[in-house]
Nanobody, 130 residues
Framework: QAQLQESGGESVQAGGSLRLSCVASGDSIVNYMAWFRQAPGKQREGVAGIESGGNDTYADSVKGRFTISRDSAKNTLYLEMDSLKPEDTAMYYC?????????????????????????WGQGTQVTVSA
């Protein structure tokens, strides 16, 4: 089973930028990868996801500001966050679909459904001040 470790979370001012990284370790096949976030008192929500072939998807709230990318050779997932807003403040989690996945699971992953992902990191905190 792959283990996921996030890094890069910091406190920044509104309008600033951050780059989050997530390294996947282990020998398992890593299919779809994504970033989720959870603010205090709110449900965890999908931010962006990417397939091994590069097809990506974004939540409407981050389109045009966030960019997800993936370096398969390094087993690393990135999230470039620009024009940060106070409402982006949250714990950011890396998630992955590990091992063989059904078409149904992959469809759910592309839609950033939490239940599709079977491996999660511990999270990295992003705080954006006004």
């Amino acid at each position: 089973q792959a283990q996921l470790q996030e890094s890069g979370g910091e406190s920044v001012q509104a309008g600033g930028s951050l780059r989050l990284s997530c390294v996947a370790s282990g020998d398992s096949i890593v299919n779809y990868m994504a970033w989720f976030r959870q603010a205090p008192g709110k449900q965890r929500e999908g931010v962006a996801g990417i397939e091994s072939g590069g097809n990506d998807t974004y939540a409407d709230s981050v389109k045009g500001r966030f960019t997800i990318s993936r370096d398969s050779a390094k087993n690393t997932l990135y999230l470039e966050m620009d024009s940060l807003k106070p409402e982006d403040t949250a714990m950011y989690y890396c998630a992955a679909v590990i091992g063989r996945a059904s078409m149904q699971t992959m469809r759910a992953a592309r839609a950033l459904r939490i239940y599709a992902f079977n491996s999660w990191g511990q999270g990295t905190q992003v705080t954006v001040s006004a």
